[in-house]
């Protein structure tokens, strides 16, 4: 196993899943620009459903940094339903094709798969297994403000069983119109040495990211035996494993922690560390080994 974790770059704040009015969001690119800047963001992800984006063609100046991707919908083979976020540059698809082409093209083409909003989307585990997707939405903050269907932690805890690269992203799913009002509610915080999409998609792909709701994770090392953690000031540290496998650092009635170091056992399919502050809102990381090394 490989720690799949390098803090010694910067931290970069963005956002994964968004709509624009190039589908059916209700802001400009310019528009969603300006407000998650405002919101100290460094990148954001053009994410339209089946339209596909050429940040490189856009002449306009943005106060943060576009990247390219598109967000795929429909019914596969087995009559199940998905909205699929593919993360990269793809042509040549279209909703004419169908969900599965669709896929299959933006695989070849590099791109990387995220199931988003399975529970919104009602989603089976096999669903999710079956087409072994490169990461899952742990939070959808629309899905969360609609009807409260807005986890796949269960998913993911699936996906990780059978590949524990598989990424967790926290996004806003944001459309900006009166009835999809959510956003900033959820975003990712990727390590990087610059703010370029030549620095930030391969982060992505390998995991050096956290996504959040709320809390920072400053620094991640591990030293063979211990992992350890700076973060912004919390109230509980999880080390998550399989099943029922976890250890717990923190209480009630305890100070703010904000340095952590915990054992990490050998015999784990899987580990990741979730930080919970004083409000309640939470952070996690990836599973913190990768069995094999991510391609790109």
């Keep these: 196993m490989t720690f ?24 400009t690119f310019d528009e969603l620009a300006e407000l998650y800047a405002s919101a100290d963001y460094d990148f954001l992800f053009r994410t339209d459903h089946w339209v596909t984006s050429d940040v490189a063609s856009d002449p306009a100046s943005f106060p943060l940094l576009w990247l390219d991707g598109v967000e795929l919908d429909g019914h596969d083979a087995k009559g199940s339903y998905f909205h699929v976020v593919c993360l990269g540059k793809v042509d040549g698809i279209s909703r004419e094709d169908g969900l599965e082409a669709g896929l299959k093209s933006a695989r070849e083409q590099g791109a990387l798969l995220i199931l988003a909003h399975p529970h919104w989307s009602g989603n089976s585990l096999d669903d999710c297994l079956r087409w072994q997707f490169d990461g899952v939405e742990v939070y959808n903050h629309v899905c969360h403000w609609l009807n409260g269907k807005s986890c796949g932690m269960i998913h993911w805890d699936a996906a990780l069983m059978q590949d524990p690269n598989t990424l967790a992203l926290a ?84 100070a703010p922690i904000e340095s952590l170091s915990v054992e990490v056992p050998k015999d784990w399919q899987y580990a990741y560390l979730e930080i919970e502050d004083m409000q309640g809102r939470r952070a996690r990381t990836n599973s913190l080994f990768s069995i094999t090394e991510p391609s790109g």
Excluded at 216 to 229: K, M, P, T, V
Aim: glycine share 12%; net charge negative.
């Design 4 to 27: 799949r974790y390098d803090t010694s770059g910067r931290w970069f704040k963005g956002n994964t899943h968004l709509h624009s009015t190039a589908s059916d969001g209700g802001k």
């Design 171 to 254: 996004v806003d799913d944001a459309h900006l119109k009166p009835e999809h009002m959510g956003w900033n509610g959820g975003w990712i915080v990727v390590n990087a040495p610059d703010c370029t999409a030549d620095e930030l998609i391969p982060a992505i792909r390998r995991g050096n990211f956290y996504s959040s709701c709320g809390p920072q994770i400053n620094s991640l090392s591990f030293d063979g035996e211990l992992l350890h953690a700076e973060t912004s000031p919390i109230k509980f540290a999880r080390l998550v494993g399989p099943a029922s496998r976890g250890t717990r650092v923190g209480d009630f009635d305890s």
